[in-house]
């Protein structure tokens, strides 16, 4: 089946730096990629909407000078956390919509398998 | 605006049936899903329903919905130890942009052997 890549799985940083993280679709073509947040024994909160070649639609309430995503590619999105700190510390998910039928996909949605950002 | 709510709570012991329950507010939802997540890891799908179904059986997963009460269950048979993990359902409505997907707050299923 689909893959939904992301890298790293696990990463920790000292407070006031930069982590990206990225989420790439490995078999298929993506138009549209979600951000999720979780905390722990928390639900998935959408960070997020990244499509191909245009700016991301943030959800009420998230930073985007915080959270920057970039979707570069059909396959390719990245969330860069800024200046992180210690209540940054999260699992981040992404999930990807395989191109619509009508553009030789399924439209289905896979997730990643998250990245656990640990901010000291 | 939308909302998904989950119980958060289920206890079962191993061979006995669970049933996962989940409540949405949006009418025009057209998928449902349920995913499972293990401890560390991401989510994996388990099954969808879409909104003109009533009910969807796929091995020891069934899935009930009921769209007048916006009630969706998943039923388990046969639970087993390996089944403990987190549920979340989540629906899908074609007016959300991209087809973004609304999340509750997840069941922890402990399965006691």
């Known amino acids: 089946g689909a893959v939904v890549s992301q890298h790293p799985s696990r990463v920790i940083c000292k407070s006031g730096t930069s982590v990206k993280i990225e989420c790439r679709s490995l078999?298929?073509?993506?138009?549209?990629m979600f951000w999720y947040r979780q905390f722990p024994k928390k639900s998935l909160m959408l960070m997020a909407t990244s499509n191909e070649g245009s700016k991301a639609t943030y959800e009420q309430g998230v930073e985007k000078d915080k959270f920057l995503i970039n979707h570069a590619s059909l396959t390719l999105s990245t969330l860069t956390v800024t200046s992180a700190h210690p209540e940054d510390s999260s699992f981040y998910i992404c999930?990807?919509?395989?191109?619509?039928?009508?553009?030789?996909?399924?439209?289905?949605?896979?997730f990643g398998e998250g990245s656990r950002l640990t901010v000291l | 605006g939308e909302d998904v709510e989950q119980s958060l709570f289920l206890s079962v012991r191993e061979g006995d049936s669970s049933v996962i329950n989940c409540t949405y507010t949006d009418s025009s939802s057209t998928y449902l899903y349920w995913y499972k997540q293990e401890p560390g890891a991401g989510l994996q799908l388990l099954t969808y329903?879409?909104?003109?179904?009533d009910m969807k059986q796929d091995q020891r997963l069934t899935v009930l919905l009921n769209k007048k009460d916006k009630h969706l269950s998943l039923r388990i048979a046969d639970t087993q130890t390996g089944d403990s993990a987190i549920y979340f359902c989540a629906e899908e409505s074609p007016y959300n942009q991209g087809g973004k997907l609304i999340f509750g707050q997840g069941t922890e299923l402990s399965v006691k052997p």
């Open positions: 078999d298929f073509q993506a138009t549209t």
């Open positions: 329903i879409f909104s003109n179904m």
């Open positions: 999930s990807a919509r395989e191109l619509p039928r009508g553009r030789g996909g399924t439209g289905e949605l896979f």
